[in-house]
């Protein structure tokens, strides 16, 4: 992966490309570290490797020996159904909003290549290596396939340099599997919600990549899935009082920053025929139904206070960003109070009543939507 939004003068959009490399730096905006972007995660690899899946066995098997087979081996490749996108022709803010949705997702799934593959490397555990080795493989076709599509335009996230270059975050592996499974099954809700959309209606379709979601998002199911049944190989994960509480929070951050994320961008929804506010409730609720498989707490998106709060902390989290923009003494004050209001909308997102639930006594799903 050398393409480090290097202009690609050998095509007829040459001069486009030079363009848009200048206004992309797509490495560098896939190495910057902010509440939003998409995160690196480490962790302590030692206890993971220590987990034992004797409790799950006969569920983990039938997922093992699906992955094992391997259904998408030949599914991220171009083919004669991706048709050609003429980038020149597209608005500009739609052409960056575009660019950084693929830039953002190829880091996502990037960054859970890093850490499955890193898993794999340090384990003994022959259960656990094999999963991590079979999901690594599977996020590692992702990112790369996106990464080709950001190529077509000119500019590619530099892969190699991303693993040095960016920060990483140490998560206890309780962590990671509550952040990991939560954004497995988010992933395959969004994915699942956007092709169903344009597979309703292809004129939105503003990019061929969205074709290929269903099969990919089978992908992430299933990822999500084995981290559904390594929560349930101790039962203290999901099921005692402060783990309850760390659940919680976990859905509320990642589904308060989704909503802020998706929110910055207005024209590439907008070319998608999405109404966001729709969109975003439709992935929650999607993920919510699935995450009854092994969370016991659930958030009320329905309730009175769920959309004023994310809107509130939408509105923060922009005066954060134009506060620090600002600059100066007047810019840091700024922040400081915008980020107040937004730590203070999440407390109020947080602290929403949950419903309980008893997660049933066999974990798997299939992929329904
Ligand atoms: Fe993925
Ligand atoms: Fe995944």
């Known amino acids: 992966m050398n ?9 007829t959009h040459g001069e486009l490309h030079a363009e848009l490399s200048d206004a992309f730096d797509t490495t560098a905006m896939a190495t910057e570290t902010t509440l939003l972007n998409p995160r690196f ?3 302590d690899f030692d206890e993971m490797d220590r987990i034992d899946v004797t409790p799950v066995r006969a569920e ?3 997922l093992i020996a699906q992955m094992k087979s391997d259904p998408n081996r030949g599914h991220f490749k171009k083919t004669a159904d991706w048709d050609s996108i003429d980038w020149s022709a597209m608005p500009p803010a739609l052409r960056a909003e575009l660019i950084d949705f693929l830039v ?19 384990g003994n555990n022959p259960d656990i290596c094999e999963l991590f080795n079979y999901m690594a493989r599977d996020e590692a076709r992702h990112a790369g396939f996106i990464n080709d599509a950001l190529r077509e335009a000119g500019v590619a996230v530099n892969l190699g340099f991303l693993t040095k270059a960016k920060k990483y975050t140490y998560f206890r592996p309780k962590f990671i599997y509550y952040a990991t499974y939560l954004s497995e099954k988010i992933g395959y809700a969004r994915y699942i919600t956007i092709y169903r959309h344009l597979e309703a209606h292809p004129e939105h379709r503003i990019h ?17 899935e084995a981290f559904a049944l390594l929560m349930r190989t101790d039962p203290k994960l999901t099921g005692s009082f402060t783990n309850k509480l760390w659940i919680r929070f976990f859905l509320t951050a990642v589904y308060s920053t989704m909503w802020v994320r998706d929110h910055a961008r207005v024209e590439f929804h907008k070319a998608l025929g999405i109404d966001i506010d729709w969109y975003d409730q439709e992935v929650f609720r999607k993920t919510s139904t699935i995450a009854r498989q092994v969370f016991p707490v659930e958030l009320d998106i329905d309730h009175p206070r769920w959309l004023p709060g994310l809107r509130r902390m939408d509105e923060a989290m922009r005066d954060m960003d134009k506060a620090k923009r600002q600059g100066g003494l007047g810019g840091w004050l700024a922040h400081k109070t915008a980020s107040l209001r937004a730590l203070r909308a999440f407390a109020g997102l947080y602290l929403i009543p949950v419903k309980h639930q008893i997660p049933p006594a066999q974990v798997r799903l299939e992929p329904s939507y």
């Open 104 to 122: 953002s997702s190829c880091t996502a799934e990037f960054s859970g290549c890093v850490l499955y593959k890193e898993m794999k490397r340090r």
């Open 60 to 62: 983990w098997d039938r």
């Open 208 to 224: 061929p990549i969205f074709k290929w979601f269903r099969e990919w998002c089978n992908d992430e199911f299933s990822h999500g």
């Open 41 to 43: 995660y480490t962790t």
């Open 3 to 11: 393409a480090h939004a290097q202009p690609q003068h050998d095509t």
